[in-house]
């Protein structure tokens, strides 16, 4: 089991920033990568951004390259996510999440938190 706990979140102007952050505990020495996902308000959950805990190879989904970035602290089995220039259309709750292989699943899911950006 892992378990993941995200903060960060709140309310923000459009251009502005805000950096969450996502801790796992638990079985997470097996982990491979974690993830970023969002889901806006009668919107599908959507891919954001993602990084291996080896090597730190990343990821990002169109929408938000250059203005987002992800990083890590394995010591602190952390998860960041820097957003940056945000958007109106970034308001959604984003959730973390973790998978255990390279083409696996991600099986294992944060309880979001809250981000919203007013124009």
């Known amino acids: 089991q892992v378990q993941l706990v995200e903060s960060g979140g709140g309310l923000v102007q459009a251009g502005g920033s805000l950096r969450l952050s996502c801790v796992a505990s638990g079985r997470t020495f097996s982990s491979y990568a974690m993830g970023w996902f969002r889901q806006a308000p009668g919107k599908e959950r959507e891919f954001t951004a993602a990084i291996t805990w080896s090597g730190g190879s990343t990821s990002y989904a169109d929408s938000v390259k250059g203005r987002f970035t992800i990083s890590k602290d394995n010591a602190k089995k952390t998860v960041y996510l820097q957003m940056n220039s945000l958007k109106p259309e970034d308001t959604a709750v984003y959730y973390c999440?973790?998978?255990?292989?390279?083409?696996?699943?991600?099986?294992?899911w944060g309880q979001g938190t809250q981000v919203t950006v007013s124009s």
């Open positions: 999440a973790e998978r255990a292989s390279a083409f696996g699943p991600y099986n294992y």
